[in-house]
T-cell receptor, first 110, second 115 residues
């Protein structure tokens, strides 16, 4: 069965980096790894996605293991606004079913 | 404004009543999805649609009906609401599905309470 595992929570001080791991050992070789974050009372918001190589955008960086069985979302300088639940996700079939991890609650301390 | 909107934002209904949750997107995305989010279960796929008039079941479809006569709209109907359908419902859309090289865009959700 497809499975995605993430730690329940992580804590960081403001302005410090945060590394959020995700294991997705059954992902196929052609499916992209996605990351979303969810603020309270809002829908999930797209953060970043990638296939094999590392990816950067204005929100975060995504480091993908060479075997693609895991990835790490990197928030370079955490701010209080980054406090949210972060989900990794990937497509488990061609019909649109995304497998979401249970999410990691990020707590940022001033 | 471009985007994906859900209505209503909050809904309280009684057991046995029919209720429809609306979802509208302005991007002309082909794929649309309905998820429910419950504590302890994360995001679970109810139904999805690859295009107008093409829909299929997801992980937890029982008790729900969808239709998609127009690309931009994807309503979700609870034919006879039950307390177990109390949840937060999210609609999402995306442009492409091949390998998922396109992000999902979510609405802000509908919080449904069935009494």
């Amino acid at each position: 069965d497809a499975k995605t595992t993430q730690p329940n929570s992580m804590e960081s001080n403001e302005e410090e980096p945060v590394h959020l791991p995700c294991n997705h050992s059954t992902i196929s070789g052609t499916d992209y790894i996605h990351w979303y974050r969810q603020l309270p009372s809002q829908g999930p918001e797209y953060v970043i996605h990638g296939l094999t190589s590392n990816v950067n955008n204005r929100m975060a960086s995504l480091a993908i293991a060479e075997d693609r069985k895991s990835s790490t979302l990197i928030l370079h300088r955490a701010t209080l606004r980054d406090a949210a639940v972060y989900y990794c996700a990937w497509l488990t079939d061609s019909w649109g079913k995304f497998q979401f991890g249970a999410g990691t609650q990020v707590v940022v301390t001033p | 404004d471009a985007g994906i909107t859900q209505s209503p934002r909050y809904k309280i209904t009684e057991t046995g009543r029919q209720v429809t949750l609306m979802c509208h997107q302005t991007w002309s995305h082909s794929y649309m999805f309905w998820y429910r989010q419950d504590l302890g279960h994360g995001l679970r796929l109810i139904y999805y649609s690859a295009a107008a008039d093409i829909t299929d079941k997801g992980e937890v479809p029982d008790g729900y009906v969808v239709s998609r006569s127009k690309t931009e709209n994807f309503p979700l109907t609870l034919e006879s609401a039950t307390r177990s359908q109390t949840s937060v419902y999210f609609c999402a859309s995306t442009r492409l599905m091949t390998g998922a090289n396109s992000p999902l865009h979510f609405g802000n959700g509908t919080r449904l309470t069935v009494t």
